[in-house]
């Protein structure tokens, strides 16, 4: 399982359980996107896996961001460094 979610008083709750690669990239920001898409909340809190992804890990959370933004929804990160929430351009929690 890459990812499990939760959501509480409109707001989607995403733990993404380890860093991707490659091969499941896709799939997890698929899987996001099909969240966010089904539930429109009013917000998405996306829980990562280290501090400093990796390069595809950071892909899919771009690509939720973007998404996310283009709803008008905000996006924030729990467990990404400061210099990773920069690069996104997103909140922590």
Known sequence: MLISHT???????VTL???LDV???AA???QVQALVQAHRPTRVVLAVPSADPTP???SALA?????CTSLGIPLALTGASTRTRRL???TGE
Request: overall charge positive; glycine content about 0%; aromatic content about 0%.
């Open 7 to 13: 959501l509480r008083h409109h707001v989607l709750h």
């Open 17 to 19: 359980h380890r860093d």
């Open 23 to 25: 091969t499941n990239r």
């Open 28 to 30: 997890a920001a698929l």
């Open 56 to 58: 595809a890990t950071l």
């Open 63 to 67: 690509r939720a961001h973007r998404m």
């Open 88 to 90: 996104l351009d997103v």
